[in-house]
């Protein structure tokens, strides 16, 4: 995926300087005090979680389990949970690859800000509701799991996906901002489709690997794919058809 995206992104390099978003103390302080604070309470939340015990996990039965989620007990692989981190991992390397665009780089502060922001609001409010609901993982339920991973305190942390979480929230970062730093480029589609299509084989991983249900994945695909959007969204600088924008390239092509 960043091969692919790295590419694109250097056709487009040479970019004019422009403003794509703004910043005030108003809008970006309760952000980054808002998302670093979720982080704080959910790490003290996640320090009180307390394992499950041998005799709890004896008495469970997946059939307890909806029928949507339930296939997911079955599930138990190593290398799925492996290859869903190389790719969340990919996947949050990515906007940095738009930093090789000197469109990007003039807007490097925002949009740094921007990201740091994505990031603390969507895994702080995953680790906050994972703490509260303390949602027993698939693999619990399957025998043939070693007990000693299902004794762990992350065994109680499967609602929401924080996986999916941050591999939606980083793929829809990085595929808002480059929409909105390329809008005439004719890869946004299939920055678009790629971005998606590799967030979507993190959740579709954790789910085989047997550590997150269906619906798991699903809510934090959601959360993330929102907060992506949502904080670009929240920053972009609005023009209207007739912006000053159109004067500043023409003031460009007059000398030639």
Not at 13 to 21: E, F, K, L, S
Not at 105 to 125: D, H, I, K, P, V
Not at 159 to 169: D, E, L, N, R
């Amino acid at each position: 995926m960043i091969l692919i995206l790295g590419v694109t992104i250097c056709q487009f390099g040479r970019a004019d300087a422009q403003t794509i978003y703004t910043s005030s103390w108003g809008k970006d302080a309760p952000l980054t005090i808002g998302g670093l604070s979720a982080l704080g309470v959910g790490f003290y939340l996640e320090s009180k979680i307390e394992p499950l015990k041998p005799a709890e996990i004896a008495k469970l039965n997946r059939a307890e389990v909806n029928s949507l989620d339930r296939f997911a007990t079955h599930q138990w692989s190593p290398k799925a949970a492996k290859a869903s981190d190389w790719i969340r991992n990919a996947n949050l390397l990515a906007p940095f690859l738009l930093l090789s665009s000197e469109r990007v780089q003039n807007n490097a502060g925002r949009f740094m800000l921007m990201y740091l922001e994505t990031l603390a609001l969507s895994n702080g409010a995953s680790l906050v509701i994972k703490s509260l609901v303390k949602r027993k993982r698939p693999f619990v339920y399957n025998e043939n799991v070693p007990m000693e991973e299902k004794l762990k305190i992350y065994a109680r942390k499967s609602f929401y996906s924080g996986h999916a979480t941050m591999g939606f929230v980083s793929a829809t970062f990085f595929a808002r901002t480059y929409q909105d730093f390329f809008p005439d480029s004719d890869w946004r589609a299939a920055v678009w489709g790629i971005s998606m299509g590799s967030a979507g084989a993190v959740a579709l991983l954790r789910v085989f690997a047997g550590k997150h249900y269906f619906s798991d994945v699903i809510a934090g695909g959601v959360v993330g794919a929102l907060i992506g959007y949502g904080i670009p969204e929240m920053h972009e600088r609005k023009f209207n058809k007739n912006n000053d924008d159109s004067a500043f390239v023409l003031s460009f092509q007059i000398p030639l």
